[in-house]
C-alpha cells in the first residue's frame, strides 16, 4: 500500500472497483491505527486514519457489512470495536429515522421555509458563512474543502455544525441543507440527525460545542480560533422527535410476475439483492440528486452520483441476462416497465430521503396501470432497525450478534 492510495482521493471515482480498492488499503488501519488518530483533522492531504468510505457507503457500492467484516477479519472485534461502531452510527441513524419518518417531512417542509424566507441580517450571515468569509479561519477552510472536494473529516463536520449554530446563530436547518447539497456522502439519515444531534435536539438537552484548545489539538496545530466562538450555549429545543413508530413494512416481491429491477441512488448493490429467482426483464437506474435541497445538488455531487449509477448498471448489464439503462426521472418508469413487459417494479429498500418521496410521488399511479411495487429489505437492515428506537447505546449492546447474523 502506498501513501498515495490513502491520500484524499480527488472527486473520489464513483466505482465498485475504486471502493474495493480503497477499502483494501485501508483495512491494515481499521484496528488500532483508527482507534488511536481517528479524531484527528490532519487536513485533506493526509487521510490514513480515516477510511474515507463513506461516498460507497451511501450508495451502496460497497455495503456496512463489507467494510465491518474486513475489519474484523485483519483485527479482531475487539481490536476493530471503533472502527465497526463507527459503521453501525451510521446504520442507527438509518433505523431512527425509518421509525420517526415525520422527523425527515418536517425537516424538508423547515429547510424550504427557511430558505424562502432568508433576509436581511440572517441573509447577510449566511453569505459569508456559505462563502467561506466569517473570518473564523477554520470554519472558512472547511467551507471551502466542503465545496471543492465534497468531503469533510467527522470531527470538522461536528465543529462546523456546531459554529453554525451556537457561534453563527444560523438555524440548523440551513446547515444541514448546506451539507446535504454538497457532500458526497450525502445522506438523509446521517446528515439531518447528525445536525439534530450537534444542536442537543437529538439527545435532548446535549449538545455539542466546539471549543477553540479542543479543536487546536485535534487539527494538529492548524487552527485555534481563540476568543471567536461561543463556548457556552445552551442547546436548541424542539418537539419533533415523538415516540418511535413500527419498522418500516414492504410489499414483498411476487416471483410470479416479470420484473423492472429499479436501482436508485440510495442503493446499487444489485449484486448482493436476494432476487431468488425472479424474473427480471430488464434493470433501470434514476438519479434525483437535485431533490436533496430546493436549491439542488452542487456539481461533484451530481457528477459522483451519475457516475456510481452508470458503473452499477454497467456491472449490471454484464453481470444479468437483460437490458440496463438509465431513465432520465421517475415519472420515466412505468413506461419503460410497460415497454419491456415487466409487471412489478422490483428496487432495492428505498430509506427515508428524497429518493423515497420522489419514488413515492411517482409510483402512485402504477398499480392502477396494472404494475406492482415490491421492495427488498436487506435482511442486515431488518435485523438492526427495530434496535435503533432510542440511543446508540441499545444498538451498540446487539452488534457482536447483528454481525454473527
Ligand atoms: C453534521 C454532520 C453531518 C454528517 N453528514 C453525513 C452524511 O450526510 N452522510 C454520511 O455518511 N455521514 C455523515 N456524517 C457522519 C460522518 O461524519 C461521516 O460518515 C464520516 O466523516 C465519513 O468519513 P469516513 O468514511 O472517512 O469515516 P470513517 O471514520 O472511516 O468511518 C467509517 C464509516 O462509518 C460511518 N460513520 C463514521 N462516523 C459516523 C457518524 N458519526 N455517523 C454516521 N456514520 C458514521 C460512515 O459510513 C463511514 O464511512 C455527518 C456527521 C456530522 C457531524
Not at 260 to 287: C, K
Not at 289 to 311: C, H, L, M, N, W
Request: net charge negative; proline share 5%; glycine share 8%.
Amino acid at each position: 500500500m502506498s501513501n498515495e492510495d490513502l491520500a484524499t482521493p480527488e472527486f473520489f471515482p464513483a466505482t465498485r472497483e475504486t471502493a474495493l480498492h480503497r477499502m483494501n488499503a485501508f483495512t491494515q488501519n481499521m484496528g488500532k491505527t483508527y482507534a488511536s488518530k481517528r479524531n484527528t483533522d490532519f487536513g485533506p492531504e493526509n487521510r490514513f486514519n480515516v477510511s474515507c468510505l463513506s461516498p460507497y457507503l451511501s450508495h451502496r457500492l460497497l455495503l456496512e457489512k463489507d467494510v465491518a467484516e474486513a475489519a474484523i477479519e485483519a483485527h479482531g472485534l475487539q481490536t476493530a470495536e471503533k472502527f465497526v461502531q463507527e459503521v453501525f452510527w451510521r446504520t442507527y441513524f438509518k433505523g431512527w429515522l425509518e421509525l420517526r419518518p415525520h422527523v425527515w417531512s418536517r425537516y424538508t417542509t423547515t429547510a424550504k421555509s427557511a430558505i424562502e424566507g432568508l433576509s436581511g441580517g440572517q441573509k447577510v450571515a449566511f453569505e459569508e458563512a456559505t462563502g467561506g468569509k466569517t473570518g473564523i479561519d477554520c470554519f472558512d477552510q472547511w467551507t471551502h474543502e466542503l465545496v471543492e472536494t465534497g468531503y469533510l473529516h467527522n470531527h470538522a463536520r461536528m465543529w462546523y455544525a456546531s459554529i453554525w449554530i451556537f457561534t453563527l446563530k444560523l438555524p440548523w436547518v440551513l446547515g444541514a441543507d448546506f451539507f446535504y447539497r454538497h457532500l458526497l456522502d450525502g445522506d438523509a439519515a446521517s446528515n439531518t440527525l447528525s445536525w439534530r444531534w450537534v444542536a442537543g435536539l437529538h439527545t435532548k438537552g446535549k449538545n455539542y460545542v466546539a471549543r477553540a484548545d479542543n479543536i487546536e489539538k485535534h487539527t494538529d496545530g492548524r487552527f485555534n480560533p481563540e476568543g471567536k466562538l461561543a463556548e457556552d450555549p445552551a442547546p436548541l429545543d424542539d418537539d419533533w422527535n415523538g415516540e418511535a413508530g413500527p419498522a418500516p413494512t414492504i410489499t414483498p416481491l411476487d416471483k410470479s410476475r416479470k420484473a423492472l429491477l429499479l436501482l436508485h441512488e440510495d442503493d446499487l448493490g444489485f449484486d448482493s439483492l436476494d432476487l431468488g429467482g425472479l424474473d427480471v426483464r430488464g434493470i433501470a437506474a434514476i438519479t434525483v440528486t437535485d431533490s436533496r435541497s430546493p436549491y439542488g445538488a452542487s456539481e461533484p455531487v451530481k457528477q459522483f452520483t451519475i457516475e456510481a449509477v452508470e458503473d452499477a448498471l454497467n456491472r449490471a448489464d454484464d453481470a444479468m441476462d437483460a437490458d440496463a439503462v438509465k431513465l432520465p426521472s421517475p415519472e420515466a418508469i412505468l413506461q419503460h416497465a410497460k415497454d419491456i413487459g415487466a409487471e412489478q417494479v422490483v428496487m432495492p429498500y428505498i430509506p427515508q430521503g428524497p429518493v423515497r418521496d420522489r419514488i413515492n410521488q411517482a409510483a402512485s399511479s402504477w398499480e392502477s396501470e396494472g404494475v406492482k411495487r415490491a421492495e427488498i429489505l436487506r435482511p442486515e437492515d431488518s435485523a438492526a432497525w427495530p434496535h435503533c428506537a432510542k440511543g446508540f447505546f441499545k444498538l451498540k449492546e446487539k452488534i457482536p450478534s447483528l454481525i454473527k447474523g
